[in-house]
C-alpha cells in the first residue's frame, strides 16, 4: 500500500506546528494555521476519520514537533515471550505504551508491564529503538519510535489490567495475531535473539 499521501500530511503538519511555535507575525500565522488545515484534510480524505476529529488531535500538539516515544518490556520466561492481549483490538502485543514525562526510559518499561501484565520486573538492558516508518506497522498520525527493554521478573503474577483482557507467554514459533500498530512479527521474532545471546548488539535503525 502506498501511504506516500500520509507521508506528505505529517510532514506538512510538524511544518506547520512548528512555524505556530516561533512566528510572531499574525499573516504567517494564518497560513501555518492554514497549512495545518489541509494536512487534516488529506488525512480525512483519506481515512475514515472524520476532518474534525483530526483538528482536535493536531491543536493538542505544542512546541517544536518530535517524534513520540513508544517502550515496550521484552520479559522472557523458559524460552517463551510475555505479551498481553489488548482491549481495544483483541489483538496481542509486547507490555508498554508511550513514555511518561518524569519515568527515566527503564522506570516506564517497568511501569507498563506491571500494569498490563500484572509482573514486577527488573530492567535488565535496552534492546532495540526502532523507527516506525521503517517496518511493516498500522498507519497511524504520529511519528513513533519504539524502544524495546529487556526486563526480567521479581515478584508478581499474570493479572490483565484496564488496557489488558489476557497475559500469556508465547513460544517464537506458535506466536498469535499481533497488534501492528504496537509491534510487528518481524519485530518480535528479532527479540528472541537476544534471549539466546546475551551479548548480542543492540538494534538501532
Not at 495545518?36 to 488525512?43: F, K, L, Y
Not at 507467554?169 to 521474532?189: C, D, V, W
Request: proline fraction near 4%; glycine fraction near 6%.
Amino acid at each position: 500500500m502506498n501511504l506516500k499521501w500520509l507521508e506528505w500530511a505529517r510532514r506538512i503538519q510538524a511544518l506547520s506546528q512548528a512555524g505556530l511555535t516561533f512566528s510572531k507575525d499574525p499573516f504567517d500565522i494564518e497560513r501555518y494555521e492554514e497549512l495545518r488545515e489541509i494536512s487534516a484534510d488529506i488525512i480525512a480524505t483519506y481515512t475514515e476519520l472524520e476532518f474534525e476529529q483530526i483538528q482536535n488531535i493536531f491543536l493538542q500538539e505544542s512546541g517544536y514537533p518530535t517524534p513520540k516515544v513508544d517502550v515496550r518490556g521484552v520479559v522472557f520466561q523458559n524460552g517463551e515471550i510475555l505479551l498481553v492481549k489488548e482491549r481495544n483490538d483483541e489483538k496481542w502485543a509486547l507490555p508498554g505504551g508511550f513514555c511518561e514525562v518524569g519515568l527515566s526510559p527503564l522506570e516506564n518499561a517497568i511501569k507498563e508491564v506491571e500494569e498490563e501484565s500484572g509482573f514486577q520486573v527488573k530492567a535488565v538492558r535496552p534492546l532495540a529503538l526502532l523507527d516506525m516508518n521503517i517496518h511493516a506497522h498500522t498507519p497511524q498520525l504520529h511519528h513513533y519510535y519504539k524502544l524495546f527493554i529487556q526486563c526480567e521478573i521479581v515478584g508478581g503474577e499474570a493479572t490483565i489490567g484496564m488496557e489488558t483482557n489476557d497475559v500469556q507467554f508465547f513460544s517464537k514459533a506458535h506466536l498469535p495475531e499481533l497488534s501492528t500498530g504496537r509491534n510487528t512479527m518481524s519485530q518480535i521474532k528479532s527479540m528472541f535473539a537476544f534471549a539466546e545471546d546475551p551479548f548480542k548488539e543492540m538494534m538501532i535503525d
